[in-house]
C-alpha cells in the first residue's frame, strides 16, 4: 500500500504527487517568465511547506493549477518563437524547459486530485459489498460523471452482478460473426426473408442503420418487400452541420436521401424513417449510429454499417434469437415512432437547414453523383452508381444526366480539379445548394406521405420465447452502455482483447486500473488492444491519447496494418472487448460521444464454461483476434523510441517531457507508413487475385455473400497458404519501411 500525500481535503497517491516533486516543479516555476505569474519566494515558501506538511493547502494547490492554466498557451507561443528563431535560441529553449517540468507537475497535482474525488463519489454510491472500484473510479474521472450520474451507474452495475438487472434477458440462442463472417450474415437474412416469402410464408424485416447506401443491401431490402414481406426501415439522415468551424461536408448526405427514396418507391409493403436526432439527442452533431437486422425470430445486432466498404472491414456481430431480440425490435419500433413523419428541421434542425444557403458547402465526387442521379431519379433500388476520382470523369458523368458538373460547383473547372487531386471536397453553387434542399424535401417528404407513416405503425415483434441457454445483455441508453463496457473489463480474470475503431484515453485508463487491480491481488491478466490507424486531416490520429496511456501502463497494444484487395482502405471497425468471461459488441465506440451523446447500442454475452457450445463462440473469437495480432498489426512503441530518439538529452531537466513531445512525431510515421504499407498489399492481392484459379474462387465466395474485398483477400489467402501469404506480404517494400520503424 502507498503511502498518501494531501492536496486540500483530498489524500492522493504519494507516488503521483509528494514533497520532492513540489520541490521541483516549484523550482521551475520561479524561472517561468509568464505573465500573472508570482513572485519566487512565493514558490519557495509552497515548496518549504509541502515538505513540512506532507501536504499542498486550497490555496497553494490554486497557485500550481492557475499557472498551469497560464503555461498552455505560453507552451505553444514558444514552440513557435523557437520554430522562428531556428531552435537556436538557447533562452527560449531554457524557457521552454521549465514549462515543460512544471507543466508535468501541474498536470500531475489536477489529475490526482480529480482520481481522488472520483474514488470518493464511487465509494459513496457503492458500499462495502461493492469490491474493486478502480476501473468505475477510472471511468468517473475521464468523463467527470456528476454524481447523481455515477449513483446511475454504480447501481445499474450492482444490479447487473446480483442477476437482478433489466438489462439481462436469459434463454436466447446465439450465434456470433466476426471479421468477413458478419456482411454474409446479413445477406443470407435478407436473400432468406425473400425466398421465404416466395414460400408462402412472409416475415417481418427490420434494418436499422447510420449508413444504409450499399445497393446490394439496399436493393435485398427493397426485394424482401417486393417478394411480399414486411419492410421497416429506420435510418440517420447525415449532418448539415461542420465537424469543425463552419466549413461544411455533406458529400455522403446525397447517397443516404437517395437511398431513402429508392426504398421509398420500392413495391411492396415498405415503410423508412428518418431519425430525427437534434430532437432526440439534442445537437445536430450527434448520430443516430444503431446498426441492426432483424429477420422474423433473428436479430442482427452488430457494429457493422451498410455502406459500400463496410463488408470488408473488422467488425463483430451476434445473431440472436430469443427473449433479447424480442426486446431489440422493441426498441426499433419505439426509435420507428419517435421518427415517423419527422420535418426536415426535426431531422437536421432549424439553424443547419436556415444558414444552408449562405454556408460553405461542400461535396465529393460521391455527393455530386447521388445527387444527379436523384435530379430526375433515382434509379431503382440495387443500381451502383460509378465511382470517380478526377473532375474530368465526374463533367462525364454529369453530361449522361444532361447536367454540366461546373455548374454545380462554386470554382472553375481547373481549380476543382486541383482540389480533388489534393483530396479535398469541392464548393457547392447555388444551383447544387438549391438542388439539394429540393432533394431533401423530395426524400424527406416521401417518408411524410399518408401512407409510409401508416405503414410505420404496424411493426410487429418476435415471440421472445426462450429457445436456448444464452443470457444476452442489452445496451439501450448511455447508462446501460456505459454499465456493460465497464461489467466487461471488471469481471475478466485471464484476458482482455480490444479491437478498436476507437480507443480513448478513458478505456486506456480503465484498462490500466483493470491491471493494477488485479496486481494489487497477486494476479497477472493478459491485456493486448488494436488499434485502427485512422488519421485526421493534419495526419494526427483520433487514437494516439489512448494508445500512449496503454504504453505508458505496460498495456500490450498494436496498431492496424490489414491487406486490402485494392485501392479501398480497410477499418478496424469494431467496438470489442473481449475477455475469458464474455463479450461486449455492437454499435458503441469507446468515445464520450459514443457511449453518452450519440443514439447506439451495444450487447454484451457471458460464456458459459459448462457449455460447449458457449466456449466454442469464445474460442473462435479469441482466433480471429490472434490472427490480427499476429499478422494484421505492427507494435511500435512510441515511448521506447522517444527515449532512444532523446538518449542525447537523457541527463536533461525536462528528458520525460522531450521524449513525451516526440511521441506524436512517431504516430504521424508510423499511421503514415502503414498507409503506404496497405497501399503495397492492395496492389499485390489485386494482381494475385487475376490468377484463374483466385479469379474463379473469389466469383464463388461472392455469390455465397461475402464481401467482394473480403472475397478477394480470402481467395489468394487460400491459393498462397495462409503462411506464405503473410510472409508474401511482409516482403513487400511498404511493409519494410514500416518494419524500419522501431
Not at 91 to 118: I, P, R, Y
Not at 237 to 247: E, I, N, Q, T, Y
Not at 438 to 466: C, H, Y
Request: glycine share 8%; net charge negative.
Amino acid at each position: 500500500m502507498s503511502s498518501s500525500f494531501q492536496i486540500g481535503s483530498h489524500s492522493v497517491d504519494s507516488r503521483l504527487v509528494n514533497a520532492d516533486l513540489i520541490r521541483k516543479w516549484a523550482d521551475s516555476a520561479k524561472n517561468i517568465q509568464a505573465e500573472g505569474n508570482p513572485p519566487a519566494d512565493s514558490w519557495e515558501k509552497l515548496a518549504d511547506s509541502a515538505a513540512r506538511n506532507n501536504a499542498l493547502n486550497q490555496s497553494e494547490a490554486d497557485q500550481i493549477t492557475k499557472l498551469g492554466k497560464t503555461c498552455f498557451s505560453y507552451h505553444k507561443q514558444l514552440h513557435k518563437d523557437l520554430k522562428a528563431s531556428g531552435y537556436k535560441d538557447q533562452k527560449l529553449k531554457a524557457q521552454l524547459t521549465e514549462v515543460h517540468v512544471f507543466t508535468t507537475g501541474s498536470d500531475a497535482v489536477k489529475k490526482a486530485v480529480l482520481n481522488s474525488q472520483s474514488m470518493l463519489a464511487v465509494q459513496a454510491a457503492a458500499g462495502a459489498s461493492f469490491g474493486p472500484t478502480g476501473v468505475v473510479a477510472a471511468y468517473v474521472a475521464a468523463v467527470k460523471l456528476n454524481d447523481e450520474s455515477v449513483k446511475q451507474l454504480v447501481d445499474s452495475l450492482q444490479q447487473v452482478r446480483q442477476g437482478d438487472s433489466p438489462l439481462v434477458h436469459q434463454g436466447n440462442q446465439i450465434k456470433g460473426f466476426h471479421c468477413e463472417e458478419v456482411w454474409p450474415q446479413m445477406i443470407h437474412m435478407l436473400d432468406g426473408a425473400a425466398q421465404s416469402a416466395r414460400d408462402g410464408k412472409p416475415v417481418e424485416v427490420n434494418a436499422q442503420y447510420y449508413e444504409l447506401t450499399n445497393q446490394q443491401i439496399v436493393g435485398k431490402l427493397a426485394e424482401a418487400a417486393e417478394a411480399g414481406n414486411k419492410v421497416r426501415v429506420n435510418v440517420d439522415a447525415g449532418r448539415l452541420v461542420a465537424f469543425k468551424g463552419k466549413h461544411v461536408e455533406i458529400d455522403e448526405v446525397p447517397d443516404k436521401l437517395r437511398s431513402i427514396l429508392q426504398l421509398v418507391n420500392a413495391g411492396g409493403d415498405i415503410a423508412v424513417s428518418a431519425y430525427p436526432v437534434p430532437e432526440q439527442l439534442g445537437e445536430p452533431g450527434n448520430l443516430m449510429h444503431r446498426k441492426g437486422l432483424r429477420v422474423g425470430e433473428q436479430f442482427l445486432l452488430s457494429g457493422m454499417n451498410a455502406n459500400e466498404g463496410s463488408g470488408e472491414n473488422v467488425d463483430v456481430g451476434y445473431a440472436i434469437e430469443g427473449p433479447a431480440a424480442r426486446k431489440l425490435v422493441q426498441n426499433f419500433a419505439r426509435d420507428v415512432q419517435q421518427s415517423a413523419g419527422a420535418s426536415n428541421a426535426q431531422v437536421y434542425g432549424e439553424k443547419p437547414l436556415a444558414d444552408f444557403m449562405a454556408g460553405d458547402i461542400n461535396m465529393g465526387t460521391r455527393g455530386f453523383i447521388g445527387l444527379f442521379d436523384c435530379l430526375e431519379g433515382p434509379s431503382k433500388a440495387g443500381t451502383s452508381l460509378p465511382m470517380v476520382k478526377t473532375f474530368a470523369d465526374l463533367e462525364k458523368v454529369a453530361e449522361s444526366y444532361g447536367q454540366k458538373a461546373v455548374d454545380y460547383v462554386a470554382v472553375p473547372a481547373e481549380k476543382a480539379e486541383e482540389m480533388l487531386a489534393a483530396g479535398e471536397r469541392l464548393p457547392l453553387s447555388d444551383k447544387a445548394k438549391t438542388a439539394f434542399m429540393e432533394l431533401v424535401d423530395k426524400a424527406l417528404g416521401a417518408t411524410r406521405s399518408k401512407t409510409n407513416v401508416e405503414r410505420l405503425q404496424d411493426i410487429s415483434l418476435p415471440d421472445g420465447k426462450a429457445v436456448g441457454a444464452a443470457a444476452v445483455a442489452l445496451a439501450d441508453f448511455p447508462v446501460d452502455r456505459e454499465t456493460l463496457m465497464i461489467t466487461a473489463i471488471q469481471e475478466a480474470e485471464k484476458f482482455i482483447y480490444i479491437p478498436a475503431f476507437v480507443m480513448t484515453a478513458t478505456v486506456a485508463e480503465m484498462l490500466s486500473a483493470k491491471k493494477a487491480e488485479m496486481a494489487a491481488a497477486g494476479k497477472e491478466i493478459d491485456i493486448r488492444v488494436i488499434a485502427d490507424p485512422g488519421v485526421y486531416p493534419d495526419g494526427g490520429t483520433p487514437n494516439q491519447a489512448g494508445m500512449e496511456r496503454l504504453e505508458d501502463n505496460g498495456i500490450s497494444c498494436r496498431w492496424a496494418n490489414l491487406p486490402r484487395s485494392g485501392w479501398h482502405d480497410r477499418k478496424i471497425h469494431a467496438k470489442e472487448i473481449l475477455t475469458d468471461k464474455g463479450e461486449f459488441f455492437g454499435s458503441t465506440n469507446f468515445s464520450k460521444k459514443g457511449l453518452r451523446e450519440n443514439w447506439e447500442h451495444s450487447g454484451y454475452v457471458r460464456f458459459d464454461e459448462s457449455d460447449k457450445a458457449s466456449i466454442a463462440e469464445r474460442d473462435q473469437s479469441v482466433g480471429k483476434f490472434m490472427n490480427l495480432w499476429n499478422n494484421e498489426s505492427v507494435e511500435v512503441n512510441s515511448l521506447e523510441r522517444g527515449r532512444r530518439l532523446r538518449a542525447r538529452e537523457k541527463d536533461a531537466k525536462d528528458f520525460n517531457e522531450q521524449v513525451d513531445e516526440s511521441r506524436y512525431g512517431t504516430t504521424r510515421d508510423v499511421i503514415s507508413a502503414i498507409e503506404v504499407a496497405e497501399k503495397d498489399t492492395g496492389v499485390f492481392v489485386e494482381k494475385q487475385a487475376q490468377e484463374p484459379a483466385a479469379a474463379s474462387r473469389v466469383a464463388e465466395l461472392v455469390k455465397q455473400g461475402y464481401d467482394a474485398g473480403d472475397a478477394t483477400i480470402l481467395a489468394v489467402k487460400e491459393q498462397m497458404g495462409e503462411k506464405a501469404f503473410y510472409a508474401a506480404l511482409n516482403e513487400l517494400p511498404g511493409r519494410q519501411e514500416l518494419n524500419k520503424i522501431h
